[in-house]
């Protein structure tokens, strides 16, 4: 079946340290994105890219970096400069027609991050 | 920009209540509008959307209705189950297309009782 992984499902990271989220995705869609989920705040977008090679910011970019080197992968780095990196991250795929309507989002089951 | 105003919750109903969970909207233009749901511990899913004044959108038993003069897009479900208790975002495109992603509402966490 085709979906996104996202791994790992809980991650622990010591204050002042640079952490990795994979994800993964086989459905051959073209834009990936990546949210950021806070109680009471909903989803707020990080990064999202539409072909590979090529991504742009969300509205909370500061503290994130991505690359997109493969159109199945789509990795985020949470660097020490983040200040509250504490959160539940989720990746979204979708293909890019024009139309979010023909187009909407598919989410991996997100990792949850915990910074000490 | 595009917004979404959802009800606060946790919205707490007895299983097979009825259930409106509200959402009204600002955006230029007439945009697609979106209703996904996510299951604790998980990713979210699409639940059911609708494109134009007047669609209907449906899904489960899930139901919300465009209204353009309102500028809503309330779900609602007749008979709901213990099964349902999740947390429910209203959405819709940020500006630029489809590829640029959704704007989210905050959720609303509903909580059905046996």
């Known amino acids: 079946d085709g979906g996104i992984t996202q791994s790992p499902k809980y991650l622990f990271r010591k204050e002042g340290q640079n952490v990795t989220l994979s994800c993964e995705q086989n459905?051959?869609?073209?834009?990936m994105y990546w949210y950021r989920q806070d109680p009471g705040q909903g989803l707020r977008l990080i990064y999202y890219?539409?072909?590979?090679?090529?991504?742009q910011k969300g509205d909370i970019a500061e503290g994130y970096s991505v690359s997109r080197e493969k159109k199945e992968s789509f990795p985020l780095t949470v660097t020490s400069a983040q200040k509250n990196p504490t959160a539940f991250y989720l990746c979204?795929?979708?293909?890019?027609?024009?139309?979010?309507?023909?187009?909407?989002?598919?989410f991996g089951n997100g990792t949850r991050l915990t910074v000490t | 920009g595009n917004s979404v105003t959802q009800m606060e919750g946790p919205v707490t109903l007895s299983e097979e209540a009825f259930l409106t969970i509200n959402c009204t909207y600002t955006?230029?233009?007439?945009?697609?509008l979106f209703w996904y749901v996510q299951y604790p511990g998980e990713g979210l899913q699409l639940l059911l959307k609708?494109?134009?004044?007047?669609d209907k959108g449906s899904n489960k038993g899930f139901e919300a209705t465009y209204r353009k003069e309102t500028t809503s897009f309330h779900l609602e479900k007749g008979s709901v189950q213990v099964s349902d208790s999740a947390v429910y975002f209203c959405?819709?495109?940020?500006?630029?297309?489809?590829?640029?992603?959704?704007?989210f509402g905050k959720g609303t966490h509903l909580i059905i009782q046996p």
């Open positions: 955006a230029t233009g007439y945009p697609s």
């Open positions: 609708a494109t134009k004044a007047d």
């Open positions: 459905l051959n869609h073209d834009a």
């Open positions: 979204a795929s979708s293909l890019t027609t024009g139309s979010a309507y023909n187009s909407p989002l598919h």
């Open positions: 890219s539409q072909i590979v090679n090529d991504f």
């Open positions: 959405a819709l495109p940020t500006p630029g297309g489809g590829a640029d992603g959704l704007t």
